[in-house]
């Protein structure tokens, strides 16, 4: 079994959570047509994903952290940051 540095593996969970939080926000802007803010979460995502790459390339292991922090950040942003207005309707519910 491959050797874990403890402190990669929370870098690299840490970095894929970003990502796709970053990620839903750059979808969120493309879906608005907003061009700058499209573009420039476009910037921070490539970013974010050059470190966990290059760090899990070195070692097959850190792909399951990367996994895992793509997961943590894509439920937490759309959990917090795409929440409905309390007492309207749901964002995307089909119209009455």
Sequence with gaps: ???IDPITAAGVLLATAATDAVYVM????????????AATWSA????LSSYAVI???ENWVYVAFAA????IGAYLTITFLH???SGGTPVGASPE
């Design 55 to 57: 760090s899990y390339t």
């Design 1 to 3: 079994m491959a050797t």
């Design 68 to 71: 895992a922090g793509s997961w």
């Design 26 to 37: 750059f979808t969120s802007a493309v879906i608005a047509r907003k061009r700058v803010p």
């Design 83 to 85: 929440r409905p207005p």
């Design 44 to 47: 921070f995502w490539y970013v």
